[in-house]
């Protein structure tokens, strides 16, 4: 698809919104309805067109694969690492309200973190798998 | 359940995986209808989106033409019958949709929706169960994806990890 002009112009428009939009999802999943697996796989979705429309090299150029693979057990370690931290100060494995003074803002703080534990992961194991299934399909 | 016999009846496997998408944008309407739109959310960009790219990629590596069945579709849909049969007997003894009493309503979820504004101060309560009232679930299944990632990866990368370094080698 690399000479295509439309798709190409389209995707140029669409994709730093797909991202943004991921990116919001991700932040305001307290608020709305999303959170970080939905996020992870939108920005995922966003890498993959990119990837679709340009050229598989040209999005690892970008987003190198040694980082996304890296992302996959950052996001998990994350997750557990909150639940250590909590352990830690005094709480049981994953009670949020110990990690700040006020129970409700440790929730808070617990909550956005997991999430970006769980968005890292899921977007880290999608453009994974598609950036594997691609190098197996050029050769 | 019209674009299900759909997918069954195709033999093009492009076309299935395109049907399979629009079942599951379908799925998510009416997830939205019923007002769950954090549901609606994950169905739209995990089964519509997601599923099919990953489906359509795998299609490439393989045929895009099921073969043709080495035996009588007989079986199989006797055995579907039964199963079906079974599972619909199984819903009967269901509560009636949005039913106020229904037994999952009267476990832990009031407690969720009477506490978790002051608990968890969260204004979507979905969130607020997901993440932290079932943390340790929602970590299940961030370890269940991690795992699925690593084995897909391990499947398609020996040989190609090999490359890489030949790759970077010469240049």
């Known amino acids: 698809m690399k000479r295509q002009s439309i798709p190409r112009v389209a995707a140029k428009l669409l994709i730093p919104y797909i991202l943004l939009y991921a990116l919001y999802v991700q932040w305001h999943g307290d608020y709305g309805p999303g959170g970080g697996f939905q996020a992870g796989v939108i920005f995922a979705a966003g890498v993959i067109l990119h990837a679709i429309v340009f050229d598989l090299r040209a999005s690892q150029r970008a987003l190198s694969p040694r980082i996304v693979q890296l992302l996959i057990p950052l996001g998990l370690l994350l997750y557990i690492g909150v639940g250590v931290v909590t352990m830690l100060k005094g709480g049981t494995f994953l009670n949020y309200s110990v990690l700040q003074h006020d129970p409700v803002h440790g929730q808070h703080l617990g909550i956005l973190l997991v999430e970006l534990g769980v968005g890292t992961t899921v977007a880290g194991v999608m453009i994974s798998i598609f950036y594997a299934f691609g190098e197996t399909v050029r050769s | ?171």
Not at chain 2, 34 to 60: K, N, R, W
Not at chain 2, 142 to 151: M, N
Request: hydrophobic share 45%; proline share 5%.
């Open chain 2, 1 to 171: 359940m019209a674009t299900a016999v759909r997918i069954a009846r195709l033999r093009g496997l492009f076309s299935a995986a395109i049907v399979a998408g629009i079942y599951s944008l379908l799925g998510a309407c009416w997830m939205s209808v019923l007002d769950q739109p954090d549901v609606a959310f994950t169905e739209a960009s995990v089964g519509a989106g997601i599923s099919t790219v990953l489906i359509l990629v795998t299609l490439s590596l393989t045929t895009s033409e099921e073969k043709e069945p080495e035996h009588t579709p007989l079986l199989p849909l006797i055995v579907i019958l039964i199963t079906g049969a079974a599972l619909v007997y199984g819903t009967i003894d269901m509560p009636r949709l949005g039913d106020p009493d229904a037994q999952v309503h009267r476990h832990v979820a009031p407690r969720y929706i009477d506490e978790s504004p002051h608990e968890v101060a969260v204004p979507n309560l979905v969130t607020a169960v997901l993440a932290s009232y079932r943390g340790y679930d929602t970590l299940g299944e961030t370890a269940v994806i991690f795992t699925a990632g690593i084995g897909v990866l391990i499947l398609l990368g020996g040989a190609r990890r090999r490359r890489w370094v030949a790759d970077e080698d010469d240049e």
